[in-house]
């Protein structure tokens, strides 16, 4: 099992920058076998929609109404992945949710998905 834990949403001008981070924890094992992190986002329209992944085998990941603006990162050591959002805007607001994806020993692959953390970005 893996759990996700967010931190950093809030209420910020358009314009403005937040950082969400997400603190990853499991079994040596389960941290292991991850196979990608990453940020989804969701509003009450529309389904959870991808935001930023990253992974060793396929690099970084943006979608592209977020290139250039939102940066992800992971810290292995820290077993954190953090989404720098700057220069907001107001259809950015959403609930964001931390995402990982890891491989069990039947070699399917497993999601798992944090509680989610409220981001508002008022024009």
């Known amino acids: 099992q893996v759990t996700l834990l967010e931190s950093g949403g809030g209420l910020v001008q358009s314009g403005g920058s937040l950082r969400l981070s997400c603190i990853v924890s499991?079994?040596?094992?389960?941290?292991?076998?991850?196979?990608?992190l990453g940020w989804y986002r969701q509003t009450p329209e529309n389904q959870r929609d991808m935001v930023a992944t990253i992974s060793n085998r396929d690099g970084i990941k943006y979608a592209d109404n977020v290139k250039g603006r939102f940066t992800i990162s992971r810290d292995n050591a820290k077993n954190t992945v953090d989404l720098q959002m700057n220069s907001l805007k107001s259809e950015d607001t959403a609930v964001y949710f931390c995402?990982?994806?890891?491989?069990?020993?039947?070699?399917?692959?497993?999601?798992?998905w944090g509680q989610g953390a409220r981001v508002t970005v008022s024009s």
């Open positions: 499991g079994s040596v094992d389960n941290i292991l076998n991850i196979n990608s």
């Open positions: 995402h990982a994806d890891s491989w069990g020993r039947n070699g399917i692959l497993y999601d798992h």
